[in-house]
């Protein structure tokens, strides 16, 4: 069983807030216990706009409360009336993941039986406390850095095996490669974006991340790599065009990593085009189907590079 750095911000923090409103000598204070386990997120950047969430909604409630709950008296059809009209409202002014920190604060003015001053005062303190500890611990977030880069190396040595194993079934016509990589790296993919994305969010100033960019253009390589295995396969027969995209994929396969070496292996690839064109028409209809398709593969692996290359390296 792991436990995460968010079950361990609210295991410090609700008694904290308890604790704190015990202090103040506040009403209800157990509820700034519970303030602070809604507003407990896993990036800063959903702390804050959570704790904006719950804040505005229960200065709405507050509000609501009090005219309905003076108008219509204190009692459970009043409740539904308010909220009739108070849902709504968190909808309009997009605020409705505050609802249930708010229906938490209506509960009370509705106990209360009479709103006053000291009573709408007690209930902004517990709010204060609530969501001012659970905002004060996401403060801190655990870097993501090291696990970022070892998606990256993952992925990378996922890239290498493909690339290579291409290259052996065009030297070889055949290949008793299982393809677990392909699955693993598909996966490996969305969980490296998703971290990196909560990356972006721990940073409250940062609207980008060179990780996302990173593991976002791996992926659209990983696509054409999908669709090249299929060309590669329908290549039947010895030919001199197979040999050299394999070696060119065996060299590539050495050639995974951060830096862009793109512009190398895009010059190569014109040199095969040309090759392509000055040689002699296929004189069957399998070497011309096989000439197709190693053509197209070209041109993919081509579209890879080219991806790569607008890559803009900068810190990964």
């Known amino acids: 069983m792991k436990i995460g750095y968010r079950t361990i911000k609210t295991a410090i923090g609700t008694p904290f807030a308890i604790w704190v409103a015990q202090i103040l000598q506040l009403n209800n204070f157990a ?9 407990i997120q896993v990036t800063r950047k959903r702390s804050f706009l959570s704790a904006w969430h719950r804040v505005a909604a229960c200065l709405l409630a507050m509000v609501f409360s009090y005219a309905f709950f003076e108008l219509f008296g204190y009692n459970p059809i009043a409740i539904g009336l308010m ?5 709504p409202a968190t909808v309009a002014f997009r605020i409705t993941p505050g609802i249930v920190t708010s229906s938490v604060i209506i509960l ?14 007690n209930e902004l303190l517990l709010i204060i406390v609530g969501i001012g500890t659970a905002l004060l611990l996401n403060l801190y977030m655990p870097s993501l850095e090291r696990r970022l880069y070892q998606y990256q190396d993952k992925i990378e040595e996922n890239f290498s095996i493909i690339l290579s194993e291409l ?3 065009l030297r070889d016509g055949h290949n008793d490669w299982p393809g677990t990589e392909l699955t693993e790296t598909a996966q490996l993919l969305e969980e490296a974006k998703s971290l990196a994305f909560q990356d972006v ?4 100033l ?30 039947s027969g010895s030919y001199i065009h197979a040999s050299r995209i394999s070696a060119f994929f065996e060299g590539l396969s050495q050639a995974v990593h951060p830096g862009n070496t793109a512009v190398l292996y895009l010059k190569q690839i014109q040199e095969m085009k040309k090759e392509f064109r000055k040689a002699d028409l296929p004189e069957t209809r399998e070497e011309f189907e096989s000439r ?16 790569k290359r607008s890559f803009k390296k900068s810190d990964v």
């Not at 509820?31 to 507003?39: K, N, Q, R, V, W």
């Not at 909220?83 to 849902?87: A, G, H, K, P, Y």
């Not at 969010?201 to 409250?204: A, C, G, Q, S, T």
């Not at 053509?295 to 579209?303: A, C, P, R, S």
Request: aromatic share 14%; proline share 1%; with cysteine.
């Open 108 to 121: 009370h003015l509705y106990g209360s039986k009479n709103i006053e001053l000291s009573t709408l005062i």
């Open 206 to 235: 940062r609207s980008h991340s060179q990780h996302y960019h990173y593991f976002n253009m791996r992926m659209k390589q990983f696509e054409l790599l999908e669709r090249m295995l299929p060309l590669v396969s329908r290549v």
């Open 31 to 39: 509820s700034a216990g519970i303030l602070t386990i809604l507003c």
């Open 201 to 204: 969010e721990n940073h409250l």
């Open 292 to 307: 197709a398709n190693l053509f197209n593969l070209l041109n993919e692996i081509e579209q890879y590079l080219i991806i």
């Open 167 to 169: 290259a052996t079934y």
């Open 83 to 87: 909220l009739f009209f108070f849902i």
